[in-house]
């Protein structure tokens, strides 16, 4: 783990930068935190994370990118996500970039992610935040739409919309669909729809997210469960098919 600006920092990829332990460097305006690595190695970049974040002389730092993709956080003996969450929140870190997909998040870690966020002045939040592949539900779901639009409406002019690539979570597609009816969110289904631009609303201005595959979303079956030592209540769990 180095902090300043190492050969590694050409591409975003966690393997390629760092390798199985991770990078934190380019701080304090500039930084990279990736860790893509083996699980065991968890604690220590969490540890690196914090210290790294210690040492500016004053003020908050700014990371281009924090990715801490493909890892099961919270699994034996790995951190938890909620423990990375709150070193960047008692840093009062920002990013421009966000990146936890594949890493079977849940709605108390998206309620971790926007209490760190809420925190952090709009003009730094992050442009872009990719949670694919998780288990985020509505719930988790609404509570990062709610908070994007707070956000929005302290910006003073325009603003572009999130980049959020929130897919294959359990999302209700109706929310989703309804956003879009709103002229809220953009599925970005044109080439030219980046986290800079928007080439299919007529109204970018009013734009609050693109949403690029926002609707494939994994399907939920609601199944009930027998009451329990008589109890009448019946619980809906969603399964995964």
């Given at each position: 783990?180095?902090?300043?600006?190492?050969?590694?920092?050409?591409?975003?990829?966690?393997?390629?930068?760092?390798?199985?332990?991770?990078?934190?460097?380019?701080?304090?305006?500039?930084?990279?935190?990736?860790?893509?690595?083996?699980?065991?190695?968890?604690?220590?970049?969490?540890?690196?994370?914090?210290?790294?974040?210690?040492?500016?002389?004053?003020?908050?730092?700014?990371?281009?990118?924090?990715?801490?993709?493909?890892?099961?956080?919270?699994?034996v003996?790995?951190?938890?996500?909620?423990?990375?969450?709150?070193?960047?929140?008692?840093?009062?870190?920002?990013?421009q970039?966000?990146?936890?997909?594949?890493?079977?998040?849940?709605?108390?870690?998206?309620?971790?992610?926007?209490?760190?966020?809420?925190?952090?002045?709009?003009?730094?939040?992050?442009?872009?935040?990719?949670?694919?592949?998780?288990?985020?539900?509505?719930?988790?779901?609404?509570?990062?739409?709610?908070?994007?639009?707070?956000?929005?409406?302290?910006?003073?002019?325009?603003?572009?919309?999130?980049?959020?690539?929130?897919?294959?979570?359990?999302?209700?597609k109706?929310?989703?669909?309804?956003?879009?009816?709103?002229?809220?969110?953009?599925?970005?289904?044109?080439?030219?729809?980046?986290?800079?631009?928007?080439?299919?609303?007529?109204n970018?201005?009013?734009?609050?997210?693109?949403?690029?595959?926002?609707?494939?979303?994994?399907?939920?079956?609601?199944?009930v469960?027998?009451?329990?030592?008589?109890?009448?209540?019946?619980?809906?769990?969603?399964?995964?098919?």
């Amino acid at each position: 783990l180095r902090r300043q600006g190492p050969p590694e920092m050409a591409g975003w990829d966690g393997q390629a930068m760092g390798g199985d332990k991770g990078l934190v460097a380019g701080l304090p305006s500039r930084g990279v935190a990736v860790f893509n690595g083996q699980a065991c190695y968890g604690s220590s970049f969490v540890e690196q994370l914090r210290l790294e974040l210690s040492r500016p002389p004053s003020g908050p730092c700014h990371f281009d990118n924090v990715d801490v993709s493909k890892v099961l956080w919270g699994v034996v003996s790995t951190p938890s996500f909620g423990e990375i969450i709150g070193v960047l929140r008692e840093a009062r870190a920002t990013t421009q970039r966000f990146k936890a997909f594949r890493c079977r998040l849940k709605d108390k870690d998206v309620e971790d992610l926007v209490a760190w966020l809420e925190q952090v002045p709009p003009h730094r939040m992050p442009a872009e935040i990719h949670l694919s592949h998780n288990e985020i539900t509505s719930v988790g779901f609404d509570s990062l739409v709610g908070l994007t639009d707070a956000k929005r409406t302290e910006v003073s002019g325009s603003a572009m919309p999130l980049w959020l690539r929130i897919e294959a979570n359990m999302i209700d597609k109706a929310a989703v669909r309804l956003l879009v009816e709103q002229g809220r969110c953009c599925l970005a289904s044109d080439r030219g729809c980046n986290s800079r631009t928007c080439k299919l609303s007529s109204n970018p201005a009013e734009l609050l997210l693109h949403m690029k595959f926002g609707e494939e979303q994994r399907w939920q079956r609601p199944v009930v469960v027998p009451p329990f030592n008589g109890d009448e209540h019946r619980e809906h769990v969603p399964v995964v098919v």
